[in-house]
């Protein structure tokens, strides 16, 4: 168990110092960085466009349970984007045919979408469902913290703007009062991103440690050739 534990070590670090690169950089370019304007008590409204922190792990996972090598980050990565268009294609069906406050075109088409992401495994071993799912369910997930919109009028914010922000009767129905109410086409796009960055989070875990890890074997010296010398009678 001890060598077992000390063979990861390396990987349990270098994963950690990435976490935090990757946590601070999302939320400072959410809050900070590329952002709509200040909220008056230290952050900044963020833009349409943002990262999601924990999209990037949902990745991040299925790149090692896929095999972590460059095979199952074209996977995870192909999974991530199939995933978030099938999430897309829901978002925009159901909200089309019932919306706010009827649930249930929303639960009909993420069936529907989830039936075709797993019939899609016959195409080939390149789709990966495991991960197409976890993509799948994290746009639905920042759908829903983000304010529904398209299925919930004005969900996405009413210009998402500080104006409109301060004014009760035209607030954001998102997380944070409206703070990150996102328009579903860039719940879409954000996800997609910030996925995708887990899958090169991923490679790097993988790359960075092996250069950190001391190699296991020591070369060997070469065998000293022996030369037998024959007298002649």
Same mark, same amino acid.
């Given at each position: 168990m001890l060598d077992r534990l000390k063979s990861t070590v390396p990987l349990a670090l270098v994963i950690g110092v990435l976490a935090v690169?990757?946590?601070?950089?999302?939320?400072?370019?959410?809050?900070?960085?590329?952002?709509?304007?200040?909220l008056g008590n230290g952050l900044a409204l963020p833009s349409n466009f943002h990262l999601v922190v924990p999209a990037a792990f949902v990745a991040w996972g299925f790149f090692f349970a896929a095999g972590a090598d460059m095979a199952a980050f074209v996977k995870v &990565? +192909? #999974?991530?984007? @199939? %995933?978030?268009?099938?999430?897309?294609?829901?978002?925009?069906?159901?909200?089309?045919?019932?919306?706010?406050?009827?649930?249930? &075109? +929303? #639960?009909?088409? @993420? %069936?529907?979408f989830a039936v075709v992401l797993v019939?899609?495994?016959?195409?080939?071993?390149?789709?990966?469902?495991?991960?197409?799912?976890? #993509?799948?369910?994290?746009?639905?997930f920042w759908w829903t913290a983000t304010g529904l919109d398209y299925w919930a009028p004005d969900g996405g914010g009413i210009g998402n703007s500080l104006t409109s922000l301060a004014d009760p009767t035209t607030a954001g129905a998102g997380a944070f009062g409206g703070?990150?109410?996102?328009?579903?086409?860039?719940?879409?796009?954000?996800?997609?991103?910030?996925?995708?960055?887990g899958c090169v989070l991923g490679l790097l875990s993988v790359k960075l440690t092996a250069l950190?890890?001391?190699?296991?074997?020591?070369?060997?010296?070469?065998?000293?050739?022996?030369?037998?010398?024959v007298t002649a009678a």
């Open positions: 690169a990757w946590t601070d950089v999302a939320l400072n370019f959410t809050f900070h960085w590329v952002t709509d304007g200040d &990565a +192909i #999974a991530s984007v @199939v %995933g978030g268009l099938a999430a897309l294609g829901a978002m925009a069906a159901s909200s089309a045919t019932a919306d706010l406050p009827d649930f249930w &075109a +929303i #639960a009909l088409f @993420v %069936g529907v019939l899609m495994s016959a195409l080939g071993d390149w789709h990966y469902v495991p991960a197409a799912f976890g #993509a799948f369910a994290s746009v639905f703070v990150i109410s996102t328009p579903y086409g860039f719940v879409w796009l954000n996800i997609t991103v910030s996925l995708l960055c950190v890890t001391p190699s296991s074997g020591e070369t060997q010296p070469e065998p000293a050739t022996t030369t037998t010398h």
